[in-house]
């Protein structure tokens, strides 16, 4: 893809239509300041969608209209056309040249069109999205893009990265799905709000709506009886009512006979007046065309008359040119002629000229040497004036340092006597000073030993605490688990009591103490060993209560029967004592009896639970039935008796326990008091180290000023032994230099002698000189006075030359041109005279098609004028018809009269029924024709009514209305959570393909800028970073720069030049990653010296096989890399003008600059 052609119209000082054409490779735009050069580049920015009037170097949108100057009115529009090639189709859209218009009215309307067809400014923005040619993309470089580039923040810096990335479009649709996000953010907030409104005023009309069904209820049941009088009085009007209509029917049946032959003849009528209006429309076209045949044949004998006019005009200009071209011919002999003779003349005045000039060239030499040894004496004399004004100044000034240097040495000596009365007094003072400082030492010393012993009795104080701490928190984890054990096991003897019977046995043996024995396995004991096989064998029997007497036990089924307790099962003790106990074995094996302890007045009831059963190998045999194999805990349900040993198990453990806690407890409470005596002494001890610390840090401060003083003091004592000797080098070099200012002042009187003496020669040999020259000048003056007439009058024949060549050029050139004319001339009356000839023969065609319309028009006539007659014959037709039909029609107004009446009476009956009762008429007939009701029962029915109060009888409605409402907002709310997940989900996924992009065009890009900087700086280093790598969503970059021989440095430290040239570095490594199909340059090579742009020019030329470059110049070398160069220029104040040169290879690339 690239930008075929620019259309300016009445765009700042393109007033007017101006078109730019643009093929491949380099294009340079150039011309003077002022010159509207940038107002292509403002175009290109406008009609792209720029929206900143201050971008486009203006303060309101209007500016881009041409304003007018003092010779040309403004302009009401401003429009801009880009044309791009897109074969390629890299612009989402189905055509291969593709316009995009921009239009301003001075109004303030703006309308952007794409091929002519009018669009929005966002789809001007989505076509170009990430092609790298949209509104402030890197494809258009200003001097004020390279600054945005280079000064701006990194965050503002990285949108130039979005856009190469191929992000920019993600990013737009990141924004769109938060700002919908936002948006079903405050739905969400509205739809709540409003369903908690609902929900409130839902509970109250529900109350409503009960009242107003029970006022309903009430109210049918009275309108029932009040009805069925109505109804009666209706089913009467309704049989008079059918009567009448009955009557009324077979009216408008002959009626409607009539009316449907109205209406086929109505129908025939509208065919007719169709046939009518289509035939007199094509009279109307045919008479158009035969107006047409007409209007032609005027047109060509029109152009016929024009054609012998201009023939006539030609033949007549062809004589004048003859007549001019012969007077021509003899104007050009007499020219030459006076030409010779001026010739011959100017020969002779140069060689009086020549001759003058060589008298005046030898004056003129002696003249110029008299003034070079004049300008060169006064030279000399200058200096030896300066000379002697610089040597008496060097002997003041040498007087005056000599002054001071004896005062400065006096000076010396009193500062130098008392720096060794100091040194004295500060010796003194060092003295005392080390004194007290070694008494304060031996103090530390001492104190430091009593610290480091008590510092050790505290630490190991600390550790026996430390350890008691860790022992108590041992015993204290310890204890805590022991408790946390003995309530799991309370938990599970509980749960255990919970999941069995013990609750109902427990309230059975309360209500019936003395009556109730208790469960089987409450009067039995067996080995843990064996209570699985005991339980397995009694199976739920061990749940079996036992009672004394069969009563009891009806007793407590009637107890649990009333109570709704729960199940049991009851062995009555008197009952089983009477029945007979097998002992014989019916398996061998051992019997699961024998495995029981019981009372003995228990026995027979546990043989007779447990019959038969035997044990053997693990297996238990009871009358046919085997039970053994593996159960597992899980899928075991424990018995009774298996519950009662676990309860008792877990007591036992419970009660360990319990004397564990004991001793545990006060295990800690006596590490407790051993730590509080520990503790004790150790704060004693803790206080006796402050106190000795304290009084160190007392004497240490004491030792530490006294150092200081002592420190102080030496360095005191160093600094008045480095400024005495200072102050002795200083006196000895003053009194050296005291001696050399001697020697100068001596030799300065000497020199400023000698000086005096050939100054005043001098002076005398300048005056003799002057003298000289003065009458050189005067003769002079004379011989060139002479050479200027001379010369003068050359200049005049010369004059006359030229004037004699010139006309006889434009007489020879005048000749020409009437040639010229008469041939051209020939070729135009030639033209005409064929045009006449065509012309003619056309008009003859014409005439034949005239008469065959003439022909065609009668004839459509004649077909209308018949269609015409039939329409008058179809008309009195329907009239008798219609008759007929308005006396049937004042038949039926009289029944209709009637019926209305009847009718009037049965809608009376039906709204009161339907207003009074709220039935319809139709309900009535149906529901309660057969209702009957006494009078007492509707005088209550009426005082329930009268008891509800007001009622709001809309309430059911209202509510189900309400309810309906509140379940479609439920929903909604649904739906936007759901699409506020989706919206996330979406960002989600925009963010990771953002990330993902961003990473790697980053990556080639900045690898790339390496080389490129590299490449153009031929050395040196560059980089990019990101100021935050973990948010590649918002990071900015920054750009580091290393110039060969420089430092590494930010880039608001380089200069001018290098901060353009690390710009273009930029440009070309986002270039050689996504080339945009075009880039604008304006005046980027500016600060660039001539080295910097030979290398920006090199490279230019090889990103121009990829893409377009216009770059705006003023640079020679800049301009030599181009292919077309495009001038702007102003010939007419304030209106820009478009010069276009080609330049095809370098001979014709430098005849164009050398003319510029």
Same mark, same amino acid.
């Given at each position: 893809?690239?930008?075929?052609?620019?259309?300016?119209?009445?765009?700042?000082?393109?007033?007017?239509?101006?078109?730019?054409?643009?093929?491949?490779?380099?294009?340079?735009?150039?011309?003077?300041?002022?010159?509207?050069?940038?107002?292509?580049?403002?175009? +290109?920015?406008?009609?792209?969608?720029?929206?900143?009037?201050?971008?486009?170097?203006?303060?309101?949108?209007?500016?881009?209209?041409?304003?007018?100057?003092?010779?040309?009115?403004?302009?009401?529009?401003?429009?801009?056309?880009?044309?791009?090639?897109? &074969?390629?189709?890299?612009?989402?859209?189905?055509?291969?040249?593709?316009?995009?218009?921009?239009?301003?009215?001075?109004?303030?309307?703006?309308?952007?069109?794409?091929?002519?067809? /009018?669009?929005?400014?966002?789809?001007?923005?989505?076509?170009?999205?990430?092609?790298?040619?949209?509104?402030? &993309?890197?494809? #258009?470089? %200003?001097?004020?893009?390279?600054?945005?580039?280079?000064?701006?923040?990194?965050?503002?810096?990285?949108?130039?990265?979005?856009?190469?990335?191929?992000?920019?479009?993600?990013?737009?649709?990141?924004?769109?799905?938060?700002?919908?996000?936002?948006?079903?953010?405050?739905?969400?907030?509205?739809?709540?709000?409003?369903? @908690?409104?609902?929900?409130?005023?839902?509970?109250?009309?529900?109350?409503?709506?009960?009242?107003?069904?029970?006022?309903?209820?009430?109210?049918?049941?009275?309108?029932?009886? %009040?009805?069925? =009088?109505?109804?009666?009085?209706?089913?009467?009007?309704?049989?008079?009512?059918?009567?009448?209509?009955?009557?009324?029917?077979?009216?408008?049946?002959?009626?409607?006979?009539?009316?449907?032959?109205?209406?086929?003849?109505?129908?025939?009528?509208?065919?007719?007046?169709?046939?009518?209006?289509?035939?007199?429309?094509?009279?109307?076209?045919?008479?158009?065309?035969?107006?047409?045949?007409?209007?032609?044949?005027?047109?060509?004998?029109?152009?016929?008359?024009?054609?012998?006019?201009?023939?006539?005009?030609?033949?007549?200009?062809?004589?004048?040119?003859?007549?001019?071209?012969?007077?021509?011919?003899?104007?050009?002999?007499?020219?030459?002629?006076?030409?010779?003779?001026?010739?011959?003349?100017?020969?002779?005045?140069?060689?009086?000229?020549?001759?003058?000039?060589?008298?005046?060239?030898?004056?003129?030499?002696?003249?110029?040497?008299?003034?070079?040894?004049?300008?060169?004496?006064?030279?000399?004399?200058?200096?030896?004036?300066?000379?002697?004004?610089?040597?008496?100044?060097?002997?003041? %000034?040498?007087?005056?340092?000599?002054?001071?240097?004896?005062?400065?040495?006096?000076?010396?000596?009193?500062?130098?006597?008392?720096?060794?009365?100091?040194?004295?007094?500060?010796?003194?003072?060092?003295?005392?000073?080390?004194?007290?400082?070694?008494?304060?030492?031996?103090?530390?010393?001492?104190?430091?030993?009593?610290?480091?012993?008590?510092?050790?009795?505290?630490?190991?104080?600390?550790?026996?605490?430390?350890?008691?701490?860790?022992?108590?928190?041992?015993?204290?984890?310890?204890?805590?688990?022991?408790?946390?054990?003995?309530?799991?096991?309370?938990?599970?003897?509980?749960?255990?009591?919970?999941?069995?019977?013990?609750?109902?046995?427990?309230?059975?043996?309360?209500?019936?103490?003395?009556?109730?024995?208790?469960?089987?396995?409450?009067? #039995?004991?067996?080995?843990?060993?064996?209570?699985?096989?005991?339980? &397995?064998?009694?199976?739920?029997?061990?749940?079996? +209560?036992?009672?004394?007497?069969?009563?009891?036990? !009806?007793?407590?089924?009637?107890?649990?029967?009333?109570?709704?307790?729960?199940?049991?099962?009851?062995?009555?003790?008197?009952?089983?004592?009477?029945?007979?106990?097998?002992?014989?074995?019916?398996?061998?094996?051992?019997?699961?009896?024998?495995?029981?302890?019981?009372? /003995?007045?228990?026995?027979?009831?546990?043989?007779?639970?447990?019959?038969?059963?035997?044990?053997?190998?693990?297996?238990?045999?009871?009358?046919?039935?085997?039970?053994?194999?593996?159960?597992?805990?899980?899928?075991?349900?424990?018995?009774?008796?298996?519950?009662?040993?676990?309860?008792?198990?877990?007591?036992?453990?419970?009660? #360990?326990?319990?004397?564990?806690?004991?001793?545990?407890?006060?295990?800690?409470?006596?590490?407790?008091?051993? +730590?509080?005596?520990?503790?004790?002494?150790?704060?004693?001890?803790?206080?006796?180290?402050?106190?000795?610390?304290?009084?160190?840090?007392?004497?240490?401060?004491?030792?530490?000023?006294?150092?200081?003083?002592?420190?102080?003091?030496?360095?005191?004592?160093?600094?008045?032994?480095?400024?005495?000797?200072?102050?002795?080098?200083?006196?000895?070099?003053?009194?050296?230099?005291?001696?050399?200012?001697?020697?100068?002042?001596?030799?300065?009187?000497?020199?400023?002698? =000698?000086?005096?003496?050939?100054?005043?020669?001098?002076? =005398?040999?300048?005056?003799?000189?002057?003298?000289?020259?003065?009458?050189?000048?005067?003769?002079?003056?004379? +011989?060139?006075?002479?050479?200027?007439?001379?010369?003068?009058?050359?200049?005049?024949?010369?004059?006359? #030359?030229?004037?004699?060549?010139?006309?006889?050029?434009?007489?020879?050139?005048?000749?020409?041109?009437?040639?010229?004319?008469?041939?051209?001339?020939?070729?135009?009356?030639?033209?005409?005279?064929?045009?006449?000839?065509?012309?003619?023969?056309?008009?003859?065609?014409?005439?034949?098609?005239?008469?065959?319309?003439?022909?065609?028009?009668?004839?459509?006539?004649?077909?209308?004028?018949?269609?015409?007659?039939?329409?008058?014959?179809?008309?009195?037709?329907?009239?008798?018809?219609?008759?007929?039909?308005?006396?049937?029609?004042?038949?039926?107004?009289?029944?209709?009269?009637?019926? &209305?009446?009847? @009718?009037?009476?049965?809608?009376?009956?039906?709204?009161?029924?339907?207003?009074?009762?709220?039935?319809?008429?139709?309900?009535?007939?149906?529901?309660?024709?057969?209702?009957?009701?006494?009078?007492?029962?509707?005088?209550?029915?009426?005082?329930?009514?009268?008891?509800?109060?007001?009622?709001?009888?809309?309430?059911?409605?209202?509510?189900?209305?309400?309810?309906?409402?509140?379940?479609?907002?439920?929903?909604?709310?649904?739906?936007?959570?759901?699409?506020?997940?989706?919206?996330?989900?979406?960002?989600?996924?925009?963010?990771?393909?953002?990330?993902?992009?961003?990473?790697?065009?980053?990556?080639?890009?900045?690898?790339?800028?390496?080389?490129?900087?590299?490449?153009?700086?031929?050395?040196?280093?560059?980089?990019?970073?990101? !100021?935050?790598?973990?948010?590649?969503?918002?990071?900015?970059?920054?750009?580091?720069?290393?110039?060969?021989?420089?430092?590494?440095?930010?880039?608001?430290?380089?200069?001018?030049?290098?901060?353009?040239? !690390?710009?273009?570095?930029?440009?070309?490594?986002?270039?050689?990653?996504?080339?945009?199909?075009?880039?604008?340059?304006?005046?980027?090579?500016?600060?660039?010296?001539?080295?910097?742009?030979?290398?920006?020019?090199?490279?230019?030329?090889?990103?121009?096989?990829?893409?377009?470059?216009?770059?705006?110049?003023?640079?020679?070398?800049?301009?030599?890399?181009?292919?077309?160069?495009?001038?702007?220029?102003?010939?007419?104040?304030?209106?820009?003008?478009?010069?276009?040169?080609?330049?095809?290879?370098?001979?014709?690339?430098?005849?164009?600059? @050398?003319?510029?």
């Amino acid at each position: 893809m690239h930008l075929k052609t620019i259309e300016l119209g009445g765009f700042k000082s393109f007033a007017d239509r101006t078109v730019l054409t643009f093929g491949e490779g380099i294009t340079a735009i150039v011309g003077p300041n002022g010159c509207g050069k940038t107002n292509i580049t403002d175009a +290109i920015k406008w009609v792209l969608g720029e929206q900143s009037a201050k971008s486009l170097r203006g303060t309101k949108m209007e500016d881009v209209i041409f304003s007018g100057t003092a010779s040309r009115k403004q302009t009401s529009v401003s429009e801009i056309t880009l044309t791009f090639d897109n &074969s390629k189709n890299v612009l989402p859209i189905d055509y291969s040249e593709v316009c995009v218009t921009r239009r301003l009215f001075r109004t303030g309307e703006s309308e952007y069109l794409l091929n002519k067809t /009018p669009v929005r400014l966002r789809d001007i923005k989505d076509l170009f999205l990430d092609t790298g040619i949209g509104m402030g &993309s890197y494809s #258009i470089m %200003e001097q004020g893009k390279i600054d945005f580039i280079l000064q701006s923040k990194p965050e503002e810096r990285r949108y130039i990265f979005e856009e190469v990335a191929g992000v920019s479009k993600y990013k737009s649709k990141r924004e769109e799905a938060l700002r919908k996000l936002e948006k079903v953010g405050q739905d969400m907030l509205r739809l709540n709000d409003i369903l @908690s409104e609902l929900e409130s005023q839902k509970n109250k009309l529900d109350s409503q709506a009960r009242k107003a069904r029970q006022y309903q209820k009430y109210l049918d049941e009275l309108k029932n009886y %009040e009805v069925n =009088s109505l109804v009666q009085k209706y089913q009467q009007v309704k049989e008079i009512n059918s009567a009448k209509l009955k009557e009324l029917t077979d009216i408008n049946e002959k009626l409607s006979h009539i009316s449907i032959e109205i209406d086929k003849l109505d129908a025939k009528y509208s065919e007719l007046k169709i046939t009518l209006t289509a035939k007199e429309d094509e009279l109307i076209s045919k008479r158009t065309e035969a107006n047409k045949i007409d209007s032609s044949i005027a047109i060509l004998n029109e152009r016929i008359l024009s054609a012998q006019t201009t023939k006539k005009e030609n033949l007549t200009r062809n004589k004048e040119a003859q007549q001019e071209i012969q007077q021509g011919q003899i104007d050009r002999i007499n020219y030459e002629k006076g030409l010779s003779a001026a010739k011959k003349e100017l020969e002779e005045a140069e060689i009086v000229v020549s001759s003058a000039k060589k008298i005046l060239a030898e004056k003129t030499e002696r003249k110029n040497k008299l003034n070079s040894e004049i300008t060169k004496a006064n030279s000399d004399i200058e200096n030896l004036r300066q000379l002697i004004f610089k040597t008496a100044t060097e002997l003041s %000034e040498l007087h005056n340092r000599k002054t001071s240097i004896n005062l400065f040495l006096k000076e010396i000596n009193y500062r130098m006597e008392k720096l060794k009365n100091q040194e004295r007094e500060t010796l003194t003072k060092k003295a005392e000073q080390e004194k007290i400082a070694g008494e304060l030492k031996e103090k530390i010393t001492v104190i430091n030993l009593t610290l480091e012993e008590k510092k050790k009795k505290i630490e190991n104080l600390t550790t026996k605490i430390n350890q008691l701490r860790s022992e108590i928190e041992k015993n204290r984890n310890e204890l805590l688990s022991k408790k946390l054990l003995g309530a799991q096991f309370d938990a599970q003897a509980e749960a255990m009591n919970r999941n069995s019977n013990y609750e109902l046995h427990s309230k059975i043996k309360e209500a019936f103490n003395g009556r109730v024995l208790g469960t089987v396995s409450d009067l #039995i004991t067996v080995a843990d060993d064996n209570v699985s096989v005991v339980q &397995s064998a009694l199976g739920e029997k061990s749940d079996y +209560i036992i009672c004394d007497t069969e009563n009891t036990a !009806t007793e407590i089924i009637k107890w649990l029967k009333n109570g709704n307790y729960g199940w049991a099962d009851f062995l009555i003790m008197s009952e089983i004592e009477k029945m007979p106990i097998s002992t014989s074995n019916v398996f061998s094996g051992k019997k699961i009896s024998d495995l029981i302890n019981c009372e /003995p007045k228990f026995r027979k009831i546990m043989d007779f639970l447990l019959d038969d059963a035997t044990l053997k190998n693990e297996n238990i045999y009871s009358r046919g039935l085997i039970s053994g194999g593996t159960l597992l805990p899980e899928n075991r349900l424990r018995g009774s008796l298996e519950t009662s040993a676990e309860i008792n198990r877990l007591k036992n453990e419970t009660a #360990i326990i319990n004397g564990e806690i004991g001793k545990l407890t006060e295990s800690i409470k006596n590490e407790q008091e051993e +730590i509080t005596s520990t503790g004790t002494e150790l704060d004693k001890t803790a206080v006796s180290v402050d106190a000795g610390k304290n009084e160190l840090m007392k004497i240490m401060t004491e030792l530490t000023s006294a150092e200081e003083s002592l420190k102080t003091s030496v360095n005191y004592l160093s600094i008045l032994s480095a400024e005495y000797e200072n102050l002795n080098n200083q006196k000895i070099k003053k009194e050296s230099e005291s001696i050399e200012i001697n020697d100068r002042i001596s030799k300065s009187a000497s020199q400023e002698n =000698s000086v005096k003496t050939g100054f005043a020669q001098l002076t =005398s040999h300048i005056k003799k000189l002057q003298a000289e020259l003065e009458s050189q000048e005067r003769d002079f003056t004379d +011989i060139q006075i002479d050479f200027s007439v001379k010369s003068s009058q050359m200049e005049n024949i010369k004059e006359k #030359i030229k004037t004699a060549d010139t006309t006889l050029q434009l007489t020879s050139a005048k000749i020409e041109k009437s040639k010229k004319w008469l041939k051209e001339s020939a070729e135009k009356i030639a033209a005409m005279e064929k045009i006449i000839s065509d012309s003619t023969a056309e008009i003859n065609k014409i005439v034949v098609s005239k008469d065959t319309a003439d022909d065609l028009l009668k004839n459509i006539e004649k077909e209308r004028d018949e269609i015409k007659n039939a329409i008058t014959e179809l008309e009195n037709n329907l009239r008798t018809h219609r008759t007929q039909q308005n006396i049937l029609q004042d038949e039926t107004r009289t029944l209709e009269r009637a019926v &209305s009446s009847t @009718s009037s009476d049965i809608r009376q009956i039906e709204t009161r029924i339907k207003e009074e009762k709220g039935i319809t008429i139709e309900d009535a007939l149906n529901s309660y024709k057969e209702v009957a009701m006494e009078q007492n029962e509707i005088e209550k029915l009426k005082k329930k009514i009268e008891t509800l109060g007001a009622v709001n009888l809309a309430a059911p409605e209202e509510y189900e209305a309400l309810e309906q409402r509140y379940n479609f907002l439920t929903k909604q709310k649904e739906d936007l959570e759901k699409a506020r997940e989706d919206l996330h989900n979406a960002i989600n996924k925009i963010n990771i393909t953002t990330r993902q992009n961003f990473q790697k065009t980053f990556t080639i890009v900045r690898e790339n800028f390496r080389k490129i900087f590299n490449q153009l700086f031929e050395g040196g280093e560059a980089d990019l970073l990101l !100021t935050d790598e973990g948010n590649l969503l918002e990071t900015g970059i920054d750009i580091i720069a290393q110039p060969p021989g420089k430092k590494l440095q930010h880039i608001s430290l380089l200069s001018g030049g290098e901060k353009t040239l !690390t710009a273009i570095a930029i440009l070309f490594a986002i270039y050689l990653l996504k080339p945009a199909p075009f880039c604008i340059l304006d005046e980027i090579d500016g600060q660039l010296d001539e080295a910097n742009v030979l290398r920006f020019t090199r490279m230019l030329r090889e990103f121009a096989e990829t893409s377009q470059f216009f770059v705006i110049t003023h640079n020679k070398r800049t301009m030599e890399s181009a292919n077309v160069l495009y001038g702007v220029s102003m010939e007419e104040l304030g209106i820009s003008k478009i010069i276009s040169v080609h330049l095809e290879g370098e001979e014709k690339r430098e005849e164009s600059l @050398s003319r510029m």
